[in-house]
């Protein structure tokens, strides 16, 4: 009896392990050291991390044979730069819980972003809303015009849509008090807007039904009058405000601020770079004040001289994303109009859009180049800096076939960067240049891409992007404003420190996510670093 249930046991446990191993993938079973040969024993043999056993639990990004061959192209030596090797391909083991994934980080940030309806103290410089609403975050502690748009990308996706529609429903309230959507809601900002993305948020959030679409209708309209105000006005300077009438007669658009002086919310660094600046005080003010308004604040773009902020000239660049956006707005408003049989409006405004863009097929797009540009008034003609903003005519539908081909030429060639798409190819300090990308940019691109069929680019736009996100999530745990896309790291620049948070970013990488869902995040590795440009 005993021999019998021997025998059983003996025969169970033969069964048990050939269905165990008919259920596991067989796996090579060399250790690190005999996997990555010199790579380990240098990193060991440099002591890059306390305990050595965190290098032989650390999970490859990609196959041993990319790493090794990396290795050998790169040979890097010393600590730190052992680090950032290892950093780059491997993921390091932590004590900690493993992270969320980017989709359920993203929808789990949505109600920390979220702010109530406010009603301000006296004395206060916000502005009142009547509805619920998202902020970028950081230092960000109220709502942004053209940064709402992308966020509510990702809103409507993560079953957030009343939440979206409250928002459109506060930027209409503020267009109702004061005619625009300012930059953002504090009063110090009244002076200005923001590039008009609230088109594009009609057509996203808005309700169908007839009451809806009149009140639609109707901001839309005001925006577009407080676009085109000071059109009557343009006089000999042949600008006014936001208006300026090219040499042919035309008219094009460019960023302004009604207010004068330095900005209340950075009057220390204003003061500063007009005590620089060979211009008088006043006008370096309305300058800098209108390449706030651009949302690129700044570049580049703005700079006679790119390596000093004081040379900003903002109101002599006809820009070409100011001006895709209001042809759309321009369309937009045409369509909705014949569609409440008001044929007379729908006229009015397709003629408008017509003549916008045959301006700018005139003097912002270079057929030798390319590209799409922007014009400098007191040079006449395109300013030398080639841009992300290249791409908001495909975004807005306006290009041509061959304009749209061969924007995407360029891009590729010029403009795609190892973590995503690059701002500007020049490196000056400011946020919005090389190295740093950011979320709308890359949504322009990729949308305005797959607009014209380059669904190849943008997916490979898209991809790198969203490597890039993922990989700084799990380094640091946080969604943040920009990144560095040259270096595969977090952005820097500008006037104040990165911040996190991050509303447009998580509604971008969120779209991302959805119109690319075979784009796995945590096994994306971004293409390696290339030399900087010249």
């Known amino acids: 009896m005993h021999k019998f249930f021997g025998m059983r046991r003996a025969l169970g446990f033969a069964w048990l392990v050939a269905a165990t191993a008919s259920s596991v993938p067989a796996i090579a079973t060399d250790s690190p050291q005999q996997i990555y040969g010199p790579l380990f024993e ?14 032989v639990d650390a999970v490859p990004r990609t196959s041993p044979e990319t790493i090794l061959q990396a290795w050998r192209t790169k040979q890097p030596q010393g600590k730190e730069a052992l680090r950032a090797f290892v950093a780059r391909y491997f993921e390091l083991p932590s004590d ?135 059109a009557g006005a343009l006089g000999k300077e042949g600008a006014s405000a936001r208006v300026v009438r090219m040499p042919d007669g035309s008219l094009l658009n460019r960023y302004w601020d009604n207010g004068t002086g330095p900005r209340d919310e950075s009057w220390a660094e204003d003061v500063a770079t007009a005590r620089k600046a060979s211009l008088p005080a006043e006008t370096v003010y309305r300058h800098l004040r209108a390449g706030a308004e651009s949302g690129w604040d700044y570049s580049s773009r703005w700079l006679a001289d790119p390596a000093d902020l004081s040379s900003v000239r903002t109101t002599d660049i006809v820009p070409v994303d100011l001006n895709s956006l209001l042809w759309a707005l321009e369309r937009n408003i045409a369509r909705r109009c014949a569609a409440a049989s008001d044929a007379a409006c729908a006229v009015t405004y397709e003629r408008l859009a017509a003549s916008r863009a045959s301006a700018m097929r005139r003097y912002l797009w270079s057929k030798a180049d390319g590209r799409f540009g922007d014009w400098d008034r007191r040079a006449r003609r395109l300013t030398p800096v080639l841009s992300a903003a290249t791409l908001y005519p495909l975004f807005v539908g306006l290009a041509t076939e ?81 990144y560095d896309v040259e270096e595969l790291k977090p952005g820097g620049g500008g006037e104040y420190p990165l911040q996190d948070g991050f509303g447009w970013t998580n509604g971008v990488t969120r779209a991302l996510l959805e119109a690319y869902p075979d784009i796995d995040p945590a096994s994306a590795v971004p293409v390696e670093p290339q030399p900087p440009r010249d």
């Open 42 to 55: 240098a990193v060991q043999g440099a002591g890059i991390f306390p305990d050595s056993k965190t290098f």
């Open 402 to 482: 061959a304009e749209a081909a061969a924007v995407a030429r360029t891009t590729e060639r010029e403009l795609v960067a190892p973590g995503g798409l690059r701002t500007t190819l020049l490196s000056t300090g400011q946020q919005w240049d090389s190295p740093n990308g950011w979320a709308p940019l890359q949504w322009i691109a990729v949308k305005g891409l797959e607009r014209y069929g380059e669904q190849r680019l943008a997916r490979s736009i898209a991809s790198r992007w969203v490597a890039t996100v993922d990989r700084a999530y799990r380094e640091t745990g946080k969604m943040l404003e920009k």
């Open 96 to 230: 900690t819980p493993p992270l969320a994934s980017l989709r359920s980080h993203i929808k789990a940030l949505w109600p920390q972003l979220r702010r109530p309806a406010i009603a301000p103290k006296e004395g206060s410089s916000a502005l009142a809303l009547p509805e619920p609403y998202v902020v970028p975050g950081g230092r960000f502690r109220e709502i942004y015009y053209w940064d709402s748009y992308f966020t509510m990308l990702g809103l409507m996706l993560d079953g957030e849509e009343p939440l979206a529609r409250s928002m459109l429903a506060n930027f209409e309230s503020l267009i109702q008090r004061y005619g625009f959507i300012p930059n953002g809601t504090r009063s110090y900002y009244l002076g200005r807007s923001q590039p008009p993305f609230f088109s594009q948020m009609v057509d996203l959030a808005g309700g169908d039904d007839a009451d809806a679409g009149a009140r639609h209708l109707a901001a839309l309209r005001a925006e577009h009058e407080f676009w085109m105000a000071g």
